[in-house]
Each structure stands twice: as C-alpha cells, then as structure tokens.
C-alpha cells in the first residue's frame, strides 16, 4: 500500500478532526498532493491539494476557511486539518498522489479512504 489514510471518525457539527496519509511511495517529496471525498450517491470530489514544497495549497469552494492542507516530506505525510464540520462534510475521505498541481490534476496513486461522519 503506498498511501495510507487515517483520522476519521465521527464528530459533531461545529466540531474538528485531522486527517493523516502516510506515503511509502518514493516520488511522495516531489509530487503534488490531494484530497478528496465522496458521499453517498454521489461522484468523487476534489478537496484540497498542495505542491511539492508546500508553497502552494488550493481548495474547493466548500472548503475554504475550514479546512487547512499540509505536509511532511521528512514524514512522508500529508494532512488535511478539517475544523467547523458541517453535515455536508460526511464522506469517505481519499488522498492522493497526482501529476500536476493544477487542474486537470492527473491522479497516480489512491489512499484506500477514511470515513468521516459529521452529525447534527
């Protein structure tokens, strides 16, 4: 497994969880890393991603202002703070190792995805 993804759980509205995505993958220092999550019955979604030296981060919409992407290339770690869950924040959570920083990002590697559940 190369990207192991850890850190959900259940958590009220208003509340805070971290995420975490333990990379084994050589090229994790030098690639750009993402997000994303996908609720029942819906598509897959992009969250967050940041590049290789952590200069640059970006964000859906939804997002921005709750949630804080960030990494450890000595870790070999990437992490997605979330604080003011709201209900439409329920997913399962992926990260992922991708090409490109900008869109259209080219994803190379899947997490196996953590479910978070935020309840009202």
């Known amino acids: 497994v190369q990207l192991q993804a850890s850190g959900g759980g259940l958590v009220q509205a208003g509340g805070s969880l971290r995420l975490s995505c333990a990379a084994s993958m050589r090229t994790f220092s030098t690639s750009p890393m993402n997000w994303f999550r996908q609720a029942p019955g819906k598509e897959r979604e992009f969250v967050a991603a940041i590049r290789w030296n952590s200069v640059s981060t970006a964000y859906a919409d939804s997002v921005k202002g709750r949630f804080t992407i960030s990494r450890d290339n000595v870790k070999n770690t990437v992490y997605l703070q979330m604080n003011n869950l709201k209900p439409e924040d329920t997913a399962v959570y992926y990260c992922?190792?991708?090409?490109?920083?900008?869109?259209?990002?080219?994803?190379?590697?899947w997490g196996q995805g953590t479910q978070v559940t935020v309840s009202s």
């Open positions: 992922a190792a991708s090409r490109t920083f900008s869109p259209p990002r080219r994803v190379t590697d």
